[in-house]
């Protein structure tokens, strides 16, 4: 079939399903496959439960005038989102980096939303997956859509510049993360880098956190680019105190002086002035913006404070990298507070700077003073320290409930795969 034919399908049916489990009546359900699942299994399923049009790339066993056979069911599901993509002619961003994009799209979002009808990436589906599905999301009356991608190896944002088409874009930071699939902090350049490449080739704008040299390098030849930093940049600003929750001091491109949020850690500050030069660039009152920054709190796992049992959580714990572990480590510390306890998960996905980067945060942890500091899964079980260690997140849990801690700071943070939000269920 024809990705018109089909294009013409989903108009009727715009609800698209990967998971049976998901499924409703009209859907269409695109039957995916990978090394632990396959969806062509499920089409009989699918079809029993209502689903409009089944998409299959292998034989179903059965015949059913519901179900489109194609090469390649997750080619087709891009494919499509590239032609819905291509009925449009709205501001399409794309933000990737390190750390703080979700951060940084879900304030961006807040931003926009106050003057245009804005989607944007659902939690954090920035995948292959997850990225056209968002596309195809995208409904007649958006003015802005904001995308968000995620990356662990080279040519991955290149494939999905190809059907998100980027009009404008963000790397918040090139970070060491994913070191084991980008072969390295060099490899994460030229990786979260063919963003900037797709908008140098096509016209695009780029904002531009000025302070990191290695972005300003990377963005060069990109004729319409738009800074924010610390200084030297469109809009400036800095930390203006040390609280619980970031404040941030304007001091350029803004006549609001402060901005008081709902988030956790001064490395925050680059997420929010993100979403101010963004904002002014699409003409949104300040006044919006200012209301809109200070009214976002955090709900997923990030920068998130939680108050229980007199005691103040920072809840941090959806994604962890040397760059954002150090960070938020230093953050911690800085913060006023006599009782703080460390629950840390391992780091995936460092290949064979695995051990170097557990050891060099078990020397950041050992300069400073903690109540108590517990270790979870890893590499950490793999290297000698005076500190608690747990093989997962439901023994560390269990050993937290024993302890009946009360007026304490904890700072819960670990690798999505580490499931470290369960030690404090």
């Known amino acids: 079939m024809e990705i018109l034919d089909l294009y013409t399908i989903f108009l009727k049916h715009p609800s698209i399903q990967t998971d049976t489990r998901k499924l409703q009546p009209g859907d269409l359900f695109f039957a995916l496959k990978g090394p632990n699942f396959n969806g062509n299994k499920f089409a009989r399923q699918a079809l029993d439960t209502g689903a409009a049009f089944v998409i299959i790339d292998e034989t179903a066993g059965f015949e059913d005038n519901r179900l489109i056979s194609t090469d390649n069911v997750l080619q087709t599901l891009q494919q499509l989102a590239k032609y819905h993509r291509q009925q449009f002619t709205i501001p399409f961003i794309a933000i990737t980096g390190s750390n703080g994009k979700t951060t940084t799209k879900e304030l961006i979002h807040e931003v926009l939303s106050t003057v245009y009808k804005t989607y944007t990436t659902n939690g954090n589906l920035n995948n292959h997956i997850g990225i056209p599905l968002t596309i195809l999301s995208v409904q007649k009356n958006a003015e802005i859509a904001v995308i968000e991608m995620g990356a662990n190896h080279q040519k991955e944002i290149e494939s999905y510049c190809a059907y998100t088409l980027p009009t404008h874009g963000i790397i918040t930071n090139c970070g060491k993360a994913h070191l084991e699939g980008f072969g390295g902090i060099e490899g994460v350049q030229k990786g979260k880098g063919e963003l900037y490449d797709y908008l140098r080739t096509n016209n ?212 999505r795969s580490m499931q470290m939000e369960k030690v404090m269920e």
Not at 322 to 330: D, F, G, L
Not at 379 to 396: E, G, M, Q, R, V
């Open 204 to 415: 695009g704008t780029a904002f531009i956190m000025i302070d990191y040299a290695y972005l300003k390098e990377m963005s060069k030849g990109i004729s319409k680019i738009k800074t924010y930093g610390t200084q030297d940049a469109e809009i400036t600003g800095i930390v203006s105190a040390r609280n619980e929750f970031l404040e941030v001091q304007m001091t350029k491109g803004a006549s609001f002086k402060n901005i008081t949020t709902h988030l956790v850690g001064a490395y925050n500050l680059p997420n929010v002035l993100a979403a101010v030069a963004v904002g002014k660039y699409f003409n949104v009152a300040e006044e919006k913006i200012k209301n809109a920054l200070e009214q976002y709190i955090p709900s997923n796992s990030r920068s998130q404070m939680i108050e229980k049992n007199g005691n103040k959580i920072i809840l941090d714990a959806y994604n962890a990298n040397p760059s954002s572990m150090k960070a938020a480590i230093e953050n911690f510390a800085g913060m006023e507070g006599q009782k703080k306890i460390l629950l840390l998960g391992g780091m995936m996905e460092m290949g064979d700077e695995s051990l170097a980067e557990h050891k060099a945060i078990i020397d950041l942890i050992a300069r400073y003073t903690w109540e108590k500091v517990v270790l979870v899964g890893g590499d950490f079980n793999k290297i000698t320290h005076p500190y608690l260690y747990f093989n997962n997140s439901t023994a560390a849990k269990k050993w937290l409930q024993l302890q009946h801690i009360e007026n304490t700071m904890l700072l819960v943070k670990g690798s």
